[in-house]
Each structure stands twice: as structure tokens, then as C-alpha cells.
């Protein structure tokens, strides 16, 4: 049974960063992308940050690129979220998960239970 769980949110104010943490058990984070999504209040789950199985490639949202990295411990089976530059729109709850391209967007099979970021103006 394949699990992902968060850590690392948290109430921050604008201007200010996070990073998240994801763990995986019953699954190996290296063979398979990893990566974020998102959901707001009142807002569909979007995608938010990929990373490549080979870690040689990042595919990021327009809304956070410049200010969030992906990144991934493959010793540790734990990927990361750095979050700098948080403004008020980023406050959401995030997901772990597996993405995959499907359609114009992207999917996952394994979700975590996600954690709270809430940013203050």
C-alpha cells in the first residue's frame, strides 16, 4: 500500500518562505516523477511542480516559477517543496503526489492527505 505524507506547513506571512516535506512508504520515489499539486479554498486541485525520475528535469506552474523548487532525496525516498516569495495566493492545501502528463495537464495515481499553507497580507 503506497502512502505519501506532508509536513512542513504552516501559517507564514507574505513575503515570507516554507519548505515542504513528502515521505513515501510502499513505494521508491526514484523510479517515478514526483511532485505538488494544490487546492484553494473554492478551487479545483491544480498542478503545481513536477520532478523528472532522473531529477534532471522540473516542470513548474507559471503562477510559482522563480519562487518554488522541487527537489528530491532519493537516499531518503523524501521529496521537497521550497517555497520562497509566499504571497496570499498560495494559500491552499498541498498534495504529494506521483504526476503524470494527461491531456493538457497533469495526473497522479497516489495522493498524500496534504498539508495546510497559509500565508497572512
Known amino acids: 500500500q503506497v502512502q505519501l505524507v506532508e509536513s512542513g506547513g504552516g501559517l507564514v506571512q507574505a513575503g515570507g518562505s516554507l519548505r515542504l516535506a513528502c515521505s513515501a512508504s510502499?513505494?521508491?520515489?526514484?523510479?517515478?516523477?514526483t511532485g505538488w499539486f494544490r487546492q484553494a479554498p473554492g478551487k479545483e486541485r491544480e498542478f503545481v511542480a513536477a520532478?523528472?525520475?532522473?531529477?534532471?528535469?522540473?516542470y513548474y506552474a507559471d503562477s510559482v516559477k522563480g519562487r518554488f523548487t522541487i527537489s528530491r532525496d532519493n537516499a531518503k525516498n523524501t521529496q521537497y517543496l521550497q517555497m520562497n516569495n509566499l504571497t496570499p495566493a498560495d494559500t491552499a492545501i498541498y498534495y504529494c503526489?506521483?504526476?503524470?502528463?494527461?491531456?493538457?495537464?497533469?495526473?497522479?495515481?497516489?495522493w498524500g492527505q496534504g498539508t495546510q499553507v497559509t500565508v497572512s497580507s
Open positions: 503526489a506521483d504526476p503524470y502528463p494527461y491531456g493538457r495537464g497533469w495526473n497522479s495515481d497516489y
Open positions: 510502499g513505494r521508491t520515489f526514484s523510479p517515478h516523477s
Open positions: 520532478l523528472s525520475w532522473s531529477r534532471t528535469t522540473t
